[in-house]
């Protein structure tokens, strides 16, 4: 049975590339100088099958992020994704941007029933949300609007949260950062981005479980505007 999954997430400026044997991570090349994916993910992803001494027709999956993000990186990652999956007869596993954002603080040193708020920054004072348990179960809906109002409500975003201590992330979180840290009962971690090497180790869970998705009929979700639910 073939156990190895590659790994591609272009959704920000950071693309990045990684590989997994059965949802051990085996190496990930990541490259941080936007509008360039075009440009470096083919070589990336032969210096990882090659690092690895793996080749395409090893493979038993790729996954891929699926945003929200940019629209160009999010086409450039997802086209060549579903390519390989063509070429090579193999399924496609996206996997949220948000969830892997999320997956990116695993290990770090919070309380055990802590939520993980996550903010992707869509601009215009818009983000993208997502609370997520330290299970990876998402916990409250994924889209929002962070507004001036929101951010001075307090009780708006600890309903969101059953009143739990709360660790804000994502590139949402660095930009309204001020407003945020304002919050009681709340930590921040900054700087947080998606990392193909999360792509993978969540791709691999629902892989496992029997989860992949109709090529012809997946599309990405891209950043855009998007209006606050009044469930969270």
Excluded at 113 to 137: F, P, S, T
């Amino acid at each position: 049975m073939k156990r190895y999954a590659l790994s591609i997430e272009t959704a920000t400026h950071v693309c990045s590339v990684a590989l997994h044997e059965a949802g051990e991570l085996l190496g990930h090349f990541t490259y941080h100088v936007p509008l360039t994916h075009s440009r470096v993910l083919l070589d990336m992803v032969y210096a990882a099958l090659q690092a690895a001494a793996i080749h395409m027709r090893d493979l038993a999956l790729v996954a891929v992020g699926q945003g929200p993000g940019s629209y160009t990186g999010l086409r450039i990652g997802v086209s060549f994704a579903k390519g390989v999956c063509y070429g090579r007869g193999i399924p496609l596993v996206p996997v949220s941007t948000l969830e892997t954002i999320a997956a990116a603080t695993r290990g770090f040193p919070l309380p055990d029933d802590a939520l993980r708020y996550v903010l992707l920054d869509a601009r215009k004072g818009d983000a993208y949300g997502m609370v997520l348990d330290g299970e990876d179960v998402v916990v409250a809906p994924h889209r929002c609007r962070v507004s001036s109002s929101l951010l001075e409500e307090q009780k708006a975003v600890r309903a969101a949260c059953d009143g739990r201590f709360v660790c804000f992330l994502g590139s949402g979180a660095d930009v309204h950062a001020k407003a945020l840290r304002t919050i009681t009962a709340t930590t921040m971690i900054t700087g947080v981005y998606p990392q193909a090497a999360s792509v993978g180790y969540l791709a691999w869970k629902k892989f496992a479980a029997g989860y992949s998705v109709d090529m012809d009929a997946f599309s990405p979700l891209y950043l855009g505007r998007t209006t606050f639910l009044k469930a969270l």
